[in-house]
Structure formats: structure tokens, C-alpha cells
């Protein structure tokens, strides 16, 4: 059984105890200890189910790369799945539970899944969604969906605080081990401003654990001065708790700070994550322990021999009583010492090399430990925890020679570099051949803005697998990217002492000779149960490139990303390729390094401030007056404003009848207002205009339509002569940024030597629209200026005051009423709209939002960018060659709407329609014509573009586009309607109300 | 995501600072060009694995149009400069050139 | 004349830092090319200060002009007196290509001051706010809106679009929330 040791625990605190639950037991743990440590000392190695197979699953690792011990964090709001244990802090009221098993942990009607093991193999996926089709839909899918999903998702909303923060450095260096102390200590020397980031609580990495010597003392002390050092230095910023998540273009960094994970409700943010620009990278990232590939490494119990290691030093926790150690390196061998130092019992070495010679083994035996040499675990005796191992030779095939009873299997591989962050944006890998592992080239780094070098890696990660020569690398290292940085570093290096190891002999099958059933039982990829067998069936299946095998495989698809499967499965497939490793190369190492919560990648980002949300100065009181709120682009414009039980559509047809028998009020804030002046004004204008700007006399308005270089309308409005040199330009709501962008476009790129200047103006301005027979009267209410029809004449302006505000009002009519436009400083529009409401009552003055304000200008036949308009329709095509000037010798548009399939007979073009019995043309519905085409549809010869129930006319009218246009007046025509129904419908003038204008005119 | 320093008011820009504008020094054809005088203009964009031009526009900051050389494989930029100029300038001519001796040329 | 009204009423939030809503604030948009002679005399006129340096900004009292780009100024006065800065840049300016145009009710003003003000900001804008010249006016971003910000007495005044007010509020207020320091 796994237990606390009486002694021991550098990490942990026992005079501090915690209380938390798994699976709803009660347990206790220490301040220090990582929830996976406090499980072992529970006794709890059985911590999950693995994906496909529902094969019982312990705890392999103590840190990141943990494929197996992935829980349920929290509840409700707290709630969060496929947290690893070997990464989760304990904290007092900590609730986990364990995932991806039914009913229970320990009984798991899932498991059922293993019998047919044999019809889940390398490829299910891909095999059954080609045949049989039937089975797929009636056996497979439900099959899969039951066991499908890793954890669970969440039932609530993320109840903590997440946010962003920006920083910049010369040099960025992560991991925190001796490696990253020692080139933070180099690259501060230089003045650099250097930030270090390490993504455990603690910092120093393995060194501590190994036992190493620095600068002849404890790892530890060098640590803890170095540490000190540093925190006092300016430059030197630190961060703990901080995964370097990816490196990408230009020396972008992104790192997930957990902040509050181990202390939930303390009101801080839960992870913040870092959004940095670092001029150099060193990526002292470390190395990750390999498992071995012998039939039952799966079963719980079979451990990392770093993870056990770390668990009796870390958190003075054994994983068992009897461990049996299985390597092919010497590094192994500090398990054996450390487990025997501790206490425990370690029955047997089993060394796959031949000959071992090493310092350490001559320790682990001058302490009476058994080794035994060239030989292999055949394999793991045991179901929910190991038993025994059974032992053979490494070069046979698995006749068993002997059997040892244990309950930990401690098991190394040898080790691989972390180059994640070395490789995310292009750094290139060479293959090490003395220590079976691919290392970063760094004659092929991943490169920055000015083509230098932009990562570099450092130590173990390096390489440099030992303290000594990790230490002395990333000395080396960080000395160079300070010289690459035209700066000097000062202070001496410190240097390591360790105990030496000798070489490693890679090892990739156990044993070598394995036959099929034990190939079968040798789980490469934990989490999403891929074995030795299924790599080369995928092989055989041809497979052969790396990166389809392990689509095929799912090897390394699961949340640890292949951490460690990814090099042990390359090496299988080269087995089964026959070719060399380095030419079967890895997969692609991509951004995160171990997954960031998306909480922590949508920071600030959520309920209220999700996205900006524009809002005029009138906003408060639409708000308070029950408007009815539609998104245009990013502003709220009320689209009604109903009164009691009023229904939307009653609603706008009340503001519609009563705008045209009295007056109404419509917030026109959001309208672009663009002012352009300078000696080229008018130049300009003509040139970004079909018609002409340049001749529009001082006071008065003008229709306008804009073209893109294609001819192809973009965007309409009124342009307004303030003075001889300046106009103001109205462009659509949606148009304000992008039109002045394209001006500023066409100003700074093109014409830079015309003397011009624009300014967007839109929010200075609130602006209202007060529209209706009544509206003069209204308006004459307020008192100010002249609004009669003599001073102030349909398409004029007039600047003023109303109601005692300065103002400009427009006299122009989008709705075919009587209709003034004004425009009142910001700040005062609330104050001026409130007057109008106020003076209007006797009036009959209501709001009127922008549905009413639709459907009145489609009875009138006006055009609306968006609906009129797709990106391919010109202003040809709506009848609105009135607006466009044969005069001018260019504008923007001109060359494009003069290609020759724009004059086509055949291009649809603007009508009215009325439908035969009066009901509205559905959205969206076509005009069918005769035949099918080649698909086998029917044939259309247009559609309808803005169709409306008129309250006015009392049915339904609508705009569409047609072949032929308005030479089709008074033909009969057929919409298509849902599901399979037509409705016939009469080509008629676009104009239905007040044809002459004699309303707005007056 | 880039940095690209806007040569206007030189802020070391944040990709996220800045809008894209695609191909740069794209000769303007107007009425009286031909069909494929207006076709290439509108549409036949370059698209090099290697030595581009480029359009940006310090959207969140100066507001400027400004022009860069970058290599699109590497990321490498060569250089920005203001958007004035009928063609790039001599010495990032020459930079490309010396960092790039296969490139062809600007034309 | 009804008093003009900033966009959220003052809105104030305390937390690491004090986010205070001011204004109205006067602001004129003033548009020349540095090479236009009658500028700096424009300025001077307007606001008393001198023509700013590219990326800066020039404070006298309740007073200031900023550099918005190579052809663009901001001036910032006291609500009231924009009609009079008007006439002095137009007096002054003359016939010279310029465009002048009042923009306090374009803007938002928000004062975020305190020891760590500075970190309020870094969590919204990707500006290396530790490299800028103590003068320096820095147009960015904050989250998703376009901001303008420089130092003032105590912290910092940020500046956005009316419309985005309560958003920057909300941004703000999330980014000073206690607990939350950098460090």
C-alpha cells in the first residue's frame, strides 16, 4: 500500500494538516502536498479509468506530463474536469472526484469495453466511418457515446474572476530549475530586464532531489541564495505558478499564472494570463522521464522512477512497500537509493543493459540492493494494483526466468528534453544518439523579426541532462544571448557536482523479442490506451508517416499531448518501419504546453464587458422605456418600443401610424458623420462619390452613394455643404469607421498631395430625427430658431438653437414625412430629446425605433445598404443612375461598373412587388422561373431583398431584384414560400407612398 | 503575431495595434485602362513564400498607412517605411538583398 | 442651456487603484502638418503650451496639447472654452490648409490613480508602459476599444470613445479589482 512516511517531505509542512475528499471520502493531507502526494498518503494509487478501454488507471508522474490522475475539481460554479493531480496544490475543503468511469471508481461497467478490446483497434475510427454504414448508426454511435468524453463539462458558469496582463522583457526564461536560476542570474548580471517563470509552486526543479552539489553545498542553499539574489534585483521580475504555455512570431510569449487554484474564494483572480513580448527566449524548460514498453506498465502501481523518487523526498509519501526498479540508465538508480535510505524495501534492480558499471549502481549495491543485469520485466502480475513481476531476458522473447512479489513498479525509460517551446514556432530537433533522445539544434533555432535567433534552450532541456552539465550550459547559454543583446554579464558561474553516471542503452520494446500478446499489453499512450501493437498495426496498415500514425493511433491526442508517449511511439514506429528514428522525426510540438482553462484565455472578456457595447447618449432613457434593444455592429438601437402587452409587430405599426399621422422621435446617433475640408475637398468628394459633391451649394444636402474600386455600392448617405471648404458626410451606421478609414485610405496612399483633412466627428453628435405632419409644430414648441419652409426648405440646413441648445438641423426625410433632422453637442442629447418628448405630449410625439423606420422608408421605395445591396449589386442595378454622374472623368467604381457583364440585360434589378392577396412576401424568398438547373433546382430570376406587412397600405409590400427590373411593371410573378408553397405577386413602381413627395416637402 | 514599427510615430506596434492592407505599391487603374490592365489591379495579388510588400495601418494608434518588407516564410522584416513612395526605399532594397541574395527584385 | 452631461455621471469605482469617470472635458481635434508656420502660434493660442514632440504631450494648468499623429492635435481645455479656442485657431491659422473640430462630447475621460494605477493599465493594453517617456501620450488599445492615455499627478487619464464608456468603465473596474495587483 502507498502511505506518509514517518519522516521526510521537503515540500510539505506536518505541522499544518488539510482536509479534503475524494470521490466524497474524507482524507487528510499536508500544507505542500500536491493533491496526487495526498491521495498516495491515502492510499488512493487508483485514481481514474483510462479513455477507450476503461482500464483502471494510478498516478504514473508527479508533475505535468500526468496522463493518467486527471479529477473533477470543485462543484457548482467551482466545477472543473481533467484537472491533474500531480499539479493540483491541496487546500483545506479541496473536493475531487475521479472521471470516466459508472457507476464507481472501483466497479466500472465501462471496463466491459476491454473485452472487445479486439474490435477497438488502431484506426476503430477511421474504419467505421466508412462501412458499414448501418453499423455505424446503430451499434457503433451509441456504443462510442456512452463512452465517450473525458470528465465532465461544467453545468454552470465559471463563478471566478480571470484576466490578462501585458509585459515585455529583453530575456524570458522559462522554468525555475537550476538551469533557469543559473541563466537568470547571467542574464540580470547584464542590466537585461530579465523575467523568470517557473510553473510550480517551488523552485530548483529536480537538482534538490537528486541530491546534487552546487558550489559545494546542498542544491537547496544555492537555490535559496540565488532566489534572494534575484528578488532583489530591479530588473528581475519572478514568477511562480506561471506556465510558459507557448512561444510564437516575433518573440510572443503566452504564460497561464495559476493565482487562486489552491485558494478559491479569497477574491483574487483565479489565472491571469500573461501576454508577453520577450527579445530572447531561454527555455530552461527541463527533461521528462520515458516509460518502458512491457506488457501491464499500465497497471496502477507502475510509476515513473522520478515520480516515486519524488513522492518519498517531496512529500516523504511511498508509492508501495516493495518496489522493483526497471531501467536502462543510471539516473534509475537514485530511486533504489532514496526509496532504501527511507526505508523501504527495494527486492530488485532489473537493468535491461548488459553490462552495468556506474557509480550509482556500485552505491544501490554497496547498500545490498539485488541488481540484475540484460534482463526485462515480461510482465506485470496484478489488476487493479500490481502484484509482482514476472522477469525474463531483455534480449528473449518472454520466457519468464523469474518472479518477484512487489506493489510499485519504478520504471525509466531514460529522459527527453522539453523542447516544446524551442519548437512551437519552427526551431528545429537533432537526434542524440548517446542519450536516445532528440535535443534542440541550435543551428536551426526558431527566428525573430530581425532574423536572429529567438529561443534558446538551456540545461536539461538542452541536453545537459545532469546538474553539472545543465548548470554549465545554461551558464554558457545565457552568456551568449546576453552578448547577442550587445550586452556583458558580470559574476562567476556556479558549478555542480554530481554523482556520474554511465551511459544509457536505449530501450523501446521489453523484451525485444516480445510475441504478439505481450505486445498487446503494452500501453505507450495511457490516457487514450495505445499500444506497442497498435502502432504496428498502424505501420502495417501504411501508415508510415509519423504524423498519420498518430492520427490513426489517437497516440499523444490526449490532454497530455504525447508528453510521454510521444518519443517511445516514434521509436516503435521506426522499429516497425525499419528506418532510423531522426528519419521518421516527431509530430508537430504545438502551443499550450499543458492546457490553459479557457477562463484564463477569455480573461476580462465575459458577461458585461464580453464585447464593447456602443451606446448613444439616449441609450439610459430607450433602456428606461421599455425599448426593445437590436445589435447594430456594436451598438444597441431600439428597434420598438412597446407599450404594456403590446406584441413587437403591433408595436412598430402603432410608431409607424402614428410618425405619419402626427410626429415621432428616432434616435439617428449611430449615423456616420465624417467632416472633410481643405482646398481638395470637393476634389476628393467626387472622387469618392458617383455624383457630384463640388457643386453643392453652402447650406444645402445632398443623396450620396459610394462605390468600392469594383463598382459595387458600399456605402450611402447625405452630404451636408457647411462652408466653401468643408462638408460633412452621413454615412450608414455601420459604415462611420469603415468609410473614414477608406478616406484616410484613399488620402494618405493615393492622393497624398491633395491638401484634405478628415475627421470622424460620429459621437460628438447626438442626433434626432422628429418626423411627422406635426413636426414643424413641435419643433416651433421648443422655440429657437426659424423652421419654417421658407428659412428652412427640404434638403437645406440651418444651425441654431432649440429649446435653448445649439443645434444644426437638417432638413432631410428618410421615413417620407415632414422630418428634421438635429444634430445637439452629446452631452446635451438626452436633454434635448427629453424636451421634444416633453413639448410633443399634446402632439402625440412617440419614439419610433428602427423597424418602424425600415418600413417606412420601403414604402417609399428608399434603399438600405445591406438589404438592397450584397457586395454585388450597382447602383445601376437599383435604378439609381440619377446618382451617378456622367460628367466626371473618374470616380471610385467607375472602371469596374464599366465591365461589360455589369450591362447585361440579364442582371437583376430593382421592382416593387405586391403580392395578389395581400400577404407578405416571406425574407429571403426567391422568384422562380421556368426549368431546373444542374443540380436539378429551379431556376430563379430574382429575389426578394426587403418585404414588410405596411401598416400605411394595410398589406404587404415589398422591394426585390428582378431580370428586367422595371421594364416588368404589371407582370405576374411567383415567390417561393416554406415549405413548398409559391405566392404570386405584381411588378409594381418601388415607391407605394406618396409617389410625388408631397408629404416631406412641405 | 508581428511587431511592426510604424515609421510615422515609431511605437514598436503589437500586431493586435494594427489592420492589415494587403499588397502594397499597387498602381491605381482607372477608366480609360484596359480590361487587363483593371483585372491585374484588382485582382492578381502576389503571394510569395519570401521578400512581400505590404500594407498596415496603425489603426489603434496614429492612424497612418504605413508600407513593410517581410519575408512571409520567416517573418523576417526588413523594414518599414511611410506610405508615400511609388516604389520601396533604395536601402531596404538593399538590406533584402544582402539578407536575401537569391531574391529577385522588387520588380 | 441645460449643463452638458459626461457619459456615465461621474461613475468612480475603489479598488487597487481609483478609476474616477471626469469630465466633461473640453477637446479640440486640430489638423495641420508640423510644417504649417501658424501652428505653434495656433496652439499657443488655443491652450498656452507649445507644439508638442511626436508622442508627447505638453500640460499647462487645466491646459494641454498632444501629439495624435504627424498631421493631428489634441487640445484639452476646460469644457467652456472651446468656442473661444475655436476662434483663436481659426484667427490665427487663417487660410492655412487646417481642420479644427470640437471632440469633448466625443470622448470619455477616466482618472485612474494610486500607487499601481500603472497596472490597471497593463492588464489592458499592450503598451511596455515601463519604457514610455514621462510625457508621453500613448494611443492604443484597452481590451477592444481604442483608448489614448498619459500620466497625470498620481496615476494616469484615459481616454476613449463616448459610446464605449461603460465598457471602459467595465474594464477598468475589472482590472482594479483588490487582490487583483501584479504585484
Given at each position: 500500500m502507498s502511505t506518509r512516511l514517518q519522516k521526510g517531505g521537503r515540500l510539505i509542512d506536518r505541522s499544518s494538516a488539510v482536509e479534503f475528499t475524494f470521490n466524497s471520502k474524507r482524507m487528510r493531507g499536508f500544507q505542500g502536498d500536491t493533491l496526487a502526494a495526498a491521495l498516495l498518503a491515502n492510499d488512493q494509487m487508483l485514481v481514474g479509468r483510462s479513455f477507450k478501454y476503461h482500464r483502471p488507471r494510478g498516478?504514473?508522474?508527479?508533475?505535468?506530463?500526468?496522463?493518467?490522475?486527471?479529477?473533477?475539481?470543485?462543484?457548482?460554479?467551482?466545477?472543473?474536469?481533467?484537472?491533474?493531480?500531480?499539479?493540483?496544490?491541496?487546500?483545506?475543503?479541496?473536493?475531487?472526484?475521479?472521471?470516466?468511469?459508472?457507476?464507481?471508481?472501483?466497479?466500472?461497467?465501462?471496463?466491459?469495453?476491454?473485452?472487445?478490446?479486439?474490435?477497438?483497434?488502431?484506426?476503430?475510427?477511421?474504419?467505421?466511418?466508412?462501412?458499414?454504414?448501418?453499423?455505424?448508426?446503430?451499434?457503433?454511435?451509441?456504443?462510442?457515446?456512452?463512452?465517450?468524453?473525458?470528465?465532465?463539462?461544467?453545468?454552470?458558469?465559471?463563478?471566478?474572476?480571470?484576466?490578462?496582463?501585458?509585459?515585455?522583457?529583453?530575456?524570458?526564461?522559462?522554468?525555475?530549475?537550476?538551469?533557469?536560476?543559473?541563466?537568470?542570474?547571467?542574464?540580470?548580471?547584464?542590466?537585461?530586464?530579465?523575467?523568470?517563470?517557473?510553473?510550480?509552486?517551488?523552485?530548483?526543479?529536480?537538482?534538490?532531489?537528486?541530491?546534487?552539489?552546487?558550489?559545494?553545498?546542498?542544491?537547496e542553499e544555492w537555490i535559496k541564495a540565488v532566489l534572494e539574489a534575484l528578488g532583489k534585483m530591479e530588473n528581475v521580475t519572478m514568477r511562480s505558478r506561471c506556465m510558459v504555455a507557448g512561444s510564437y512570431d516575433h518573440g510572443y510569449v503566452l504564460a497561464d499564472e495559476n493565482i487562486a487554484d489552491h485558494t478559491p474564494g479569497d477574491g483574487r483572480p483565479k489565472h491571469r494570463l500573461w501576454r508577453i513580448r520577450a527579445g530572447r527566449i531561454i527555455a530552461a524548460t527541463g527533461a521528462l522521464e520515458r516509460p518502458l514498453a512491457f506488457a501491464g506498465n499500465d497497471i496502477?502501481?507502475?510509476?515513473?522512477?522520478?515520480?516515486?523518487?519524488?513522492?518519498?523526498?517531496?512529500?516523504?509519501?511511498?508509492?508501495?512497500?516493495?518496489?522493483?526498479?526497471?531501467?536502462?540508465?543510471?539516473?534509475?538508480?537514485?530511486?533504489?537509493?532514496?526509496?532504501?535510505?527511507?526505508?523501504?524495501?527495494?527486492?530488485?534492480?532489473?537493468?535491461?543493459?548488459?553490462?552495468?558499471?556506474?557509480?550509482?549502481?556500485?552505491?544501490?549495491?554497496?547498500?545490498?540492493?539485488?541488481?540484475?543485469?540484460?534482463?526485462?520485466?515480461?510482465?506485470?502480475?496484478?489488476?487493479?494494483?500490481?502484484?509482482?513481476?514476472?522477469?525474463?531476458?531483455?534480449?528473449?522473447?518472454?520466457?519468464?526466468?523469474?518472479?518477484?512479489?512487489?506493489?510499485?513498479?519504478?520504471?525509466?525509460?531514460?529522459?527527453?528534453?522539453?523542447?516544446?517551446?524551442?519548437?512551437?514556432?519552427?526551431?528545429?530537433?537533432?537526434?542524440?544518439?548517446?542519450?536516445?533522445?532528440?535535443?534542440?539544434?541550435?543551428?536551426?533555432?526558431?527566428?525573430?523579426?530581425?532574423?536572429?535567433?529567438?529561443?534558446?534552450?538551456?540545461?536539461?532541456?538542452?541536453?545537459?541532462?545532469?546538474?553539472?552539465?545543465?548548470?554549465?550550459?545554461?551558464?554558457?547559454?545565457?552568456?551568449?544571448?546576453?552578448?547577442?543583446?550587445?550586452?556583458?554579464?558580470?559574476?562567476?558561474?556556479?558549478?555542480?557536482?554530481?554523482?556520474?553516471?554511465?551511459?544509457?542503452?536505449?530501450?523501446?520494446?521489453m523484451p525485444q523479442g516480445a510475441n504478439t500478446v505481450l505486445r498487446a499489453k503494452m500501453w505507450l499512450d495511457f490516457q487514450n490506451d495505445v499500444k506497442v501493437s497498435d502502432v504496428q498495426l498502424a505501420a502495417r496498415e501504411g501508415y508510415t508517416s509519423v504524423e498519420h500514425a498518430k492520427r490513426y493511433t489517437t497516440l499523444g491526442m490526449a490532454t497530455d499531448q504525447g508528453k510521454l508517449s510521444n518519443i517511445n511511439g516514434l521509436a516503435v514506429l521506426s522499429g516497425a518501419l525499419n528506418e532510423p528514428i531522426p528519419a521518421v522525426g516527431t509530430t508537430t510540438f504545438r502551443p499550450p504546453y499543458t492546457p490553459v482553462p479557457l477562463g484564463a484565455l477569455a480573461g476580462e472578456s465575459r458577461g458585461e464587458i464580453f464585447q464593447p457595447l456602443r451606446r448613444t447618449p439616449m441609450h439610459a432613457w430607450h433602456e428606461a422605456h421599455a425599448a426593445y434593444l437590436e445589435p447594430v455592429g456594436l451598438?444597441?438601437?431600439?428597434?420598438?418600443?412597446?407599450?404594456?402587452?403590446?406584441?413587437?409587430?403591433?408595436?412598430?405599426?402603432?410608431?409607424?401610424?402614428?410618425?405619419?399621422?402626427?410626429?415621432?422621435?428616432?434616435?439617428?446617433?449611430?449615423?456616420?458623420?465624417?467632416?472633410?475640408?481643405?482646398?481638395?475637398?470637393?476634389?476628393?468628394?467626387?472622387?469618392?462619390?458617383?455624383?457630384?459633391?463640388?457643386n453643392l451649394p453652402v447650406g444645402k444636402c445632398r443623396y450620396g452613394l459610394m462605390c468600392n474600386e469594383q463598382g459595387f455600392l458600399s456605402d450611402d448617405g447625405v452630404v451636408v455643404r457647411l462652408s466653401e471648404d468643408s462638408w460633412l458626410c452621413h454615412t450608414t451606421t455601420g459604415g462611420a469607421e469603415r468609410i473614414h478609414g477608406w478616406m484616410e485610405d484613399w488620402l494618405q496612399c493615393e492622393w497624398w498631395d491633395w491638401q484634405v483633412y478628415t475627421a470622424n466627428v460620429t459621437e460628438q453628435y447626438a442626433q434626432i430625427a422628429v418626423a411627422g405632419p406635426k413636426a414643424r409644430q413641435l419643433l416651433e414648441k421648443l422655440g429657437g430658431m426659424d423652421v419654417s419652409k421658407e428659412s428652412l426648405p427640404f434638403m437645406g440646413f440651418a444651425e441654431g438653437t432649440l429649446a435653448g441648445l445649439p443645434v444644426r438641423v437638417y432638413r432631410i426625410s428618410f421615413s417620407g414625412e415632414l422630418s428634421y433632422e438635429i444634430a445637439v453637442a452629446a452631452s446635451q442629447g438626452l436633454a434635448l430629446w427629453e424636451k421634444l418628448i416633453a413639448a410633443g405630449a399634446d402632439l402625440g410625439v412617440q419614439p419610433y425605433g428602427t423597424e418602424a423606420m425600415h418600413v417606412m422608408r420601403a414604402e417609399k421605395g428608399f434603399i438600405m445598404m445591406g438589404d438592397e445591396t450584397d457586395g454585388t449589386v450597382i447602383p445601376q442595378d437599383l435604378n439609381l443612375g440619377w446618382a451617378i454622374s456622367k460628367k466626371k472623368a473618374d470616380y471610385l467604381g467607375k472602371r469596374g461598373q464599366e465591365r461589360t457583364y455589369l450591362a447585361r440585360p440579364d442582371r437583376f434589378k430593382l421592382a416593387g412587388f405586391e403580392t395578389l392577396d395581400g400577404s407578405v412576401i416571406p425574407d429571403g424568398a426567391y422568384i422562380i422561373a421556368e426549368g431546373v438547373n444542374a443540380n436539378g433546382q429551379r431556376n430563379t430570376q430574382g429575389r426578394v431583398t426587403s418585404t414588410y406587412h405596411s401598416p400605411t397600405l394595410g398589406r404587404g409590400i415589398a422591394m426585390g431584384l428582378i431580370v428586367g427590373g422595371m421594364d416588368r411593371l404589371g407582370d405576374v410573378v411567383e415567390f417561393n414560400t416554406l415549405p413548398n408553397g409559391t405566392v404570386k405577386a405584381r411588378v409594381v413602381d418601388p415607391v407605394f407612398y406618396d409617389k410625388e413627395g408631397e408629404m416631406q416637402n412641405v | 503575431m508581428l511587431i511592426l514599427e510604424c515609421p510615422y510615430c515609431g511605437v514598436k506596434a503589437d500586431e493586435t495595434e494594427l489592420a492589415p492592407g494587403y499588397e502594397a505599391h499597387l498602381k491605381r487603374f482607372g477608366p480609360s485602362s484596359s480590361p487587363e490592365e483593371f483585372e491585374a489591379y484588382m485582382f492578381a495579388r502576389k503571394n510569395p513564400k519570401g521578400v512581400h510588400f505590404e500594407r498596415w495601418r496603425h489603426a489603434y494608434g496614429c492612424g497612418k498607412w504605413f508600407l513593410a518588407a517581410r519575408d512571409t516564410a520567416t517573418l523576417e522584416v526588413f523594414g518599414t517605411y511611410p506610405a508615400q513612395v511609388g516604389e520601396p526605399p533604395a536601402e531596404i532594397i538593399a538590406k533584402i538583398k544582402a539578407k536575401r541574395p537569391d531574391w529577385k527584385g522588387f520588380k | 442651456m441645460s449643463d452638458p452631461v459626461s457619459a456615465l455621471g461621474l461613475a468612480r469605482f475603489d479598488g487597487f487603484a481609483t478609476v474616477q469617470e471626469i469630465g466633461p472635458l473640453g477637446?479640440?481635434?486640430?489638423?495641420?502638418?508640423?510644417?504649417?508656420?501658424?501652428?505653434?502660434?495656433?496652439?499657443?493660442?488655443?491652450?498656452?503650451?507649445?507644439?508638442?514632440?511626436?508622442?508627447?504631450?505638453?500640460?499647462?494648468?487645466?491646459?494641454?496639447?498632444?501629439?495624435?499623429?504627424?498631421?493631428?492635435?489634441?487640445?484639452?481645455?476646460?469644457?467652456?472654452?472651446?468656442?473661444?479656442?475655436?476662434?483663436?485657431?481659426?484667427?490665427?491659422?487663417?487660410?492655412?490648409?487646417?481642420?479644427?473640430?470640437?471632440?469633448?462630447?466625443?470622448?470619455?475621460?477616466?482618472?485612474?490613480?494610486?500607487?499601481?494605477?500603472?497596472?490597471?493599465?497593463?492588464?489592458?493594453?499592450?503598451?511596455?508602459?515601463?519604457?514610455?517617456?514621462?510625457?508621453?501620450?500613448?494611443?492604443?488599445?484597452?481590451?477592444?476599444?481604442?483608448?489614448?492615455?498619459?500620466?497625470?499627478?498620481?496615476?494616469?487619464?484615459?481616454?476613449?470613445?463616448?459610446?464605449?464608456?461603460?465598457?471602459?468603465?467595465g474594464l477598468l473596474t475589472h482590472s482594479a479589482q483588490p487582490g487583483s495587483e501584479l504585484n
Open positions: 498516478i504514473v508522474a508527479s508533475g505535468a506530463e500526468e496522463p493518467n490522475a486527471l479529477i473533477n475539481m470543485g462543484t457548482g460554479a467551482q466545477f472543473a474536469p481533467n484537472q491533474r493531480a500531480t499539479t493540483t496544490e491541496l487546500f483545506a475543503g479541496l473536493t475531487a472526484r475521479s472521471q470516466n468511469h459508472w457507476p464507481s471508481l472501483e466497479m466500472d461497467i465501462g471496463v466491459v469495453n476491454g473485452l472487445f478490446a479486439r474490435f477497438l483497434p488502431a484506426g476503430f475510427y477511421y474504419k467505421t466511418f466508412i462501412h458499414p454504414r448501418a453499423a455505424w448508426k446503430h451499434v457503433f454511435e451509441p456504443f462510442i457515446r456512452q463512452s465517450a468524453g473525458l470528465g465532465q463539462a461544467p453545468t454552470e458558469a465559471d463563478g471566478d474572476r480571470y484576466e490578462h496582463a501585458y509585459a515585455f522583457c529583453d530575456i524570458l526564461i522559462a522554468g525555475g530549475g537550476i538551469a533557469g536560476l543559473q541563466a537568470a542570474l547571467v542574464a540580470a548580471s547584464s542590466g537585461a530586464r530579465v523575467m523568470l517563470l517557473e510553473q510550480n509552486a517551488h523552485w530548483g526543479g529536480r537538482a534538490p532531489v537528486d541530491g546534487d552539489l552546487i558550489n559545494g553545498k546542498p542544491a496502477p502501481g507502475v510509476m515513473l522512477a522520478s515520480a516515486v523518487r519524488d513522492y518519498v523526498v517531496n512529500y516523504g509519501v511511498s508509492a508501495g512497500d516493495r518496489t522493483v526498479l526497471v531501467t536502462n540508465n543510471d539516473d534509475a538508480y537514485r530511486t533504489a537509493i532514496a526509496l532504501r535510505e527511507a526505508g523501504l524495501e527495494v527486492p530488485l534492480i532489473i537493468d535491461a543493459r548488459a553490462e552495468v558499471t556506474g557509480d550509482l549502481p556500485a552505491k544501490a549495491r554497496a547498500m545490498g540492493i539485488r541488481i540484475t543485469s540484460g534482463r526485462a520485466v515480461v510482465k506485470v502480475k496484478g489488476g487493479a494494483r500490481v502484484s509482482g513481476v514476472a522477469i525474463g531476458l531483455q534480449a528473449g522473447e518472454g520466457a519468464v526466468l523469474e518472479e518477484v512479489v512487489c506493489d510499485v513498479v519504478a520504471m525509466s525509460g531514460g529522459w527527453s528534453p522539453v523542447v516544446h517551446l524551442f519548437s512551437h514556432c519552427g526551431g528545429k530537433l537533432i537526434w542524440d544518439d548517446a542519450q536516445a533522445h532528440f535535443r534542440p539544434d541550435s543551428a536551426r533555432p526558431p527566428t525573430n523579426q530581425d532574423g536572429a535567433s529567438m529561443v534558446f534552450a538551456a540545461g536539461a532541456a538542452n541536453g545537459a541532462l545532469q546538474g553539472d552539465a545543465a548548470l554549465a550550459d545554461a551558464g554558457r547559454v545565457a552568456s551568449n544571448v546576453v552578448g547577442e543583446l550587445g550586452l556583458k554579464t558580470r559574476g562567476k558561474l556556479a558549478k555542480a557536482v554530481v554523482c556520474s553516471e554511465a551511459a544509457m542503452e536505449p530501450v523501446w520494446v451598438w444597441r438601437r431600439a428597434y420598438c418600443y412597446p407599450r404594456g402587452p403590446e406584441t413587437h409587430e403591433q408595436a412598430v405599426h402603432r410608431e409607424i401610424l402614428n410618425t405619419r399621422a402626427n410626429v415621432g422621435l428616432l434616435d439617428a446617433s449611430t449615423l456616420g458623420k465624417i467632416v472633410v475640408k481643405g482646398p481638395d475637398a470637393g476634389r476628393f468628394l467626387d472622387m469618392l462619390y458617383t455624383n457630384v459633391m463640388s | - | 477637446m479640440i481635434s486640430l489638423r495641420a502638418g508640423p510644417e504649417v508656420k501658424a501652428l505653434a502660434k495656433a496652439i499657443k493660442a488655443a491652450v498656452g503650451t507649445g507644439l508638442p514632440a511626436p508622442r508627447r504631450i505638453v500640460v499647462a494648468g487645466d491646459r494641454a496639447a498632444g501629439w495624435m499623429s504627424p498631421d493631428e492635435y489634441l487640445l484639452v481645455m476646460p469644457y467652456a472654452d472651446t468656442e473661444a479656442a475655436m476662434a483663436a485657431i481659426s484667427k490665427t491659422m487663417g487660410a492655412e490648409h487646417h481642420l479644427a473640430a470640437v471632440v469633448s462630447d466625443a470622448r470619455a475621460v477616466f482618472d485612474v490613480t494610486g500607487g499601481k494605477a500603472d497596472q490597471v493599465l497593463r492588464k489592458l493594453m499592450p503598451v511596455d508602459i515601463g519604457q514610455m517617456a514621462p510625457d508621453e501620450l500613448r494611443r492604443s488599445r484597452a481590451a477592444q476599444v481604442a483608448a489614448a492615455f498619459w500620466a497625470i499627478d498620481g496615476g494616469y487619464r484615459v481616454v476613449c470613445f463616448r459610446s464605449v464608456a461603460g465598457y471602459m468603465m
